[in-house]
């Protein structure tokens, strides 16, 4: 006897009033396969994924599980069937703790000491840093995508759905889950996988399904395909190839000496000794995994923390350690945080309303807002930026989170700055639209200004920066020359080894003496 399909969907489709997510769209998943789910942002792979779990209902369609059709209303019947979800935009409890969130999804006979302790033999055995007793509002992104990776492991599911589950861990994590995810395969777990990481797809997953516009539109093995034929298939052309100039940097933008701040959270990550420096014309990157004293780092240079020591951030030569974020943007920075939403944009807000945030040439005399200025601004953003979304009135919230991200990289692009700094630029954004922000950081480098780069995403710092540098624990590398990096370099630093290793060319002994302090 045939054994059936783990899961079989026939016609699935989900319409709202801007747009069709689903298009009858088919896919079957064998018992042990790791299936890939392809496509652009806005492609309808997150939808679909959330109908599977019960998050969304379907108009269309049907879903079968083992060979028989099921209903799923919500997550808990998802689970009870044997789904587990890791979400690209966490569903965790910001006031509870990490254990008290895990708790929730499992079996109450379970008590809760137990479900911390497994936590932390999970944790140890995949490699991944989470405390069990951390509450949820102190974590930083990285660190609740941890907690969901876990969260999901521990139920030992049927079908396991990963959307972008390696975005914010180190080339080493990244292969021990790959071992793990190979491992539950060859127990008879099923696994789809959404990235836009096309190695990743090639090298882990059996089966790709490609979607474009919420239908199907192919189906491969990706084994048996390159980055470019995947790309091919996802958008119907090649993303657009970086051109890159590394002319001479110009005068110091921002420098940042000796910078040592105790985080406000108790559960953040002390700042030690931070030292660098981003001139004009260049774009300097910062590694590490999530967690590592980025958030607090980010938070002293956008001005979001104004304690940092008097003379311990300057920018263009002035002292703006204890200058606020408006008065910061007046001297040209601009800076894109990590949170889209609630930090970013303001959820309920339309896309033309929170360009509010950041142009406030918009607001009149006596306050009148120039609201035809702010849609015709927010359309342009919109062609400019290739963004997916049902035109400049759309609610922030109601765009994907790539097309979001390409709104708010566009935004502060388009604004003209001295200094731009970015968190996580391309974090859940297809390849095509990674490739189209790249070239604008490159552009924008190109015109003179001094760019800052934290990304967990090895291969993008690789691709744009002049210099990087690794921060751990909250202190940070030397900086190291692009053609001195390398993912293994840079991996092996992400644990805080670089002053066992051989200084790199070209860097000052006192910059090296300030990570020994």
């Excluded at 979304?389 to 003209?416: C, H, T, Y």
């Excluded at 790199?504 to 910059?511: D, Q, R, T, V």
């Amino acid at each position: 006897m045939n054994t059936p399909a783990r899961l079989e969907l026939s016609g699935i489709s989900k319409r709202y009033p801007a747009v069709v997510a689903n298009d009858g769209v088919s896919l079957s998943v064998a018992p042990g396969a790791i299936h890939a789910v392809l496509g652009e942002n806005g492609a309808g792979k997150s939808t679909l994924m959330k109908i599977i779990y019960g998050v969304v209902k379907s108009d269309a369609g049907e879903v079968r599980f083992n060979g028989r059709p099921v209903r799923v209303r919500n997550p808990h019947e998802a689970r009870a069937l044997g789904i587990s979800m890791v979400f690209q935009h966490f569903s965790l409890f910001d006031t509870l703790t990490v254990a008290e969130n895990v708790w929730l999804g499992q079996d109450r006979c379970t008590s809760l000491d137990e479900v911390a302790r497994n936590i932390e033999a999970k944790a140890r055995e995949y490699g991944l840093d989470v405390d069990p007793q951390r509450p949820v509002h102190t974590l930083s992104v990285g660190e609740m995508q941890r907690v969901e990776i876990i969260r999901a492991l521990l139920t030992r599911p049927q079908l396991l759905i990963l959307d972008e589950p390696t975005s914010v861990l180190t080339p080493q994590a990244v292969e021990r889950l790959f071992v793990v995810l190979r491992q539950l395969a060859e127990e008879g777990c099923s696994i789809l996988y959404i990235s836009h990481k096309l190695h990743e797809i090639r090298e882990l997953c059996h089966e790709c399904t490609v979607m474009r516009a919420g239908r199907v539109v192919a189906s491969c093995d990706p084994s048996q395909e390159t980055n470019a034929s995947l790309s091919r298939l996802m958008m119907g052309a090649e993303p657009e190839r970086l051109q890159s100039r590394r002319g001479a940097p110009g005068a110091t933008l921002l420098e940042v000496a000796d910078l040592s701040l105790v985080s406000e959270d108790p559960f953040g990550t002390d700042l030690h000794a931070i030292s660098l420096q981003v001139h004009a014309g260049e774009v300097v990157g910062i590694a590490g995994v999530s967690g590592n004293g980025q958030g607090e780092l980010l938070a002293a240079l956008s001005g979001e923390d104004r304690r940092a020591p008097a003379g311990s951030v300057r920018m263009d030569g002035e002292d703006v350690a204890r200058a606020s974020p408006g008065l910061r943007r007046k001297h040209g920075l601009h800076f894109v945080p990590e949170e889209r939403l609630g930090r970013g944009a303001v959820p309920t807000l339309s896309l033309a309303q929170n360009l509010l945030l950041t142009r406030h040439e918009a607001v009149g005399r006596l306050g009148w807002l120039r609201l035809g200025q702010l849609q015709a601004h927010a359309r342009q953003l919109i062609e400019r930026f290739q963004v997916k979304a049902g035109g400049p009135d759309a609610q922030a919230r109601s765009l994907s989170g790539g097309n979001l991200q390409k709104f708010l990289v566009g935004r502060e692009i388009d604004g003209g700055p001295r200094l731009l700094i970015l968190s996580q630029p391309t974090w859940g954004v297809d390849v095509g639209a990674a490739a189209h922000i790249h070239a604008e950081i490159l552009a924008l480098r190109d015109a003179g200004c001094a760019v800052l780069v934290v990304s967990d995403e090895l291969d993008e710092l690789l691709d744009l920066c002049d210099r990087l540098h690794v921060i751990a624990g909250g202190r940070l590398s030397p900086a190291l020359p692009r053609a001195e990096a390398s993912v293994e370099r840079i991996g092996g630093w992400m644990s805080g080894l670089w002053n066992d290793a051989p200084a790199p060319a070209g860097i000052e002994s006192k910059e090296a003496a300030h990570v020994q302090g």
